[in-house]
């Protein structure tokens, strides 16, 4: 049972446009969000947070937005750059079960 | 400050043999995680550590297990390897898993390929 979903395997954007990735979730007791951003032979860097009392958090061109009724979040770049090619995670928590569980990932190629 | 070491980088072994992998945290941080990442899975997990003391396991069957050291230093290991244990293992660490507000640091993974 896939917790977190990005059903959006790969997504291709013009350098400069805004890509905007989804991911969405089933179990309602998340209440911690994460993205990732991962470049090939490397490890996933932590790029964006969300908490549950919040819908927004803004950090420079990345913000990511919660819709906890739609058990859906999603992450915007703006604007979008050749270097912002890589693949994205969004993650979750629930309060005390100490782990995260992560979605399938979207491949995002920024078209210069 | 240094960031979560991995090692090896990289290892081949064939079918029946063990494996172990090591993860060194960044200093300071008490919760190690472990991740199996293969192809079209996404990042699954495997289990995490706090003080010595295994807090959650994933899903993976009892050849998959691990521990946490004093100095916070954690292990990994495969047993009896199969082929469909290739996949990129990743370690992260964090400051405390108490709080679910705690970001995950990874590690750059151990690249293991099972013949």
Redesign the interface.
């Known amino acids: 049972d896939q917790q977190v979903k ?1 059903n959006s395997p790969s997504l291709s954007v013009q350098e400069g446009r805004i890509s905007i990735l989804n991911c969405d979730y089933t179990n309602s007791m998340f ?2 969000f ?1 993205w ?1 951003k991962k470049y090939p ?6 790029l964006i ?1 969300i ?1 549950s009392i919040k819908d927004k958090n803004e950090d420079g061109r990345f913000t990511v937005f919660l819709n906890k009724s739609a058990k859906h979040l999603s992450l915007h770049i703006v604007p979008s750059q050749p270097g912002d090619s890589a693949v994205y ?1 969004c ?1 979750a ?13 979207t491949r995002l190629k920024v078209l210069a | 400050k240094a960031g979560v070491t991995q090692t090896p980088r990289y290892l081949i072994k064939t079918r029946g043999q063990q494996v172990t992998l090591s993860c060194s945290p960044i200093s300071g941080h008490r919760s190690v995680s472990w991740y199996q990442q293969t192809p079209g899975q996404g990042l699954q997990f495997l289990f995490e550590y706090f003080s010595e003391t295994q807090r959650n396991k994933g899903n993976f069957p009892g050849r998959f297990s691990g521990r946490q050291f004093s100095n916070s230093r954690s292990e990994m290991n495969v047993s009896t390897l199969e082929l469909g244990d290739s996949a990129l293992y990743l370690c992260a660490s964090s400051f405390d898993k108490l709080s679910a507000a705690n970001v995950l640091t990874f590690g750059a993974g151990s690249r293991l390929t099972v013949l």
Not at chain 1, 93 to 105: E, H, P, Q, V
């Open positions: 990005q209440d911690y994460l990732y032979a490397e490890g996933p860097t932590f947070s908490s995670f993650a928590s629930a309060f005390g079960t100490y782990k995260y569980i992560f979605g399938t990932g």
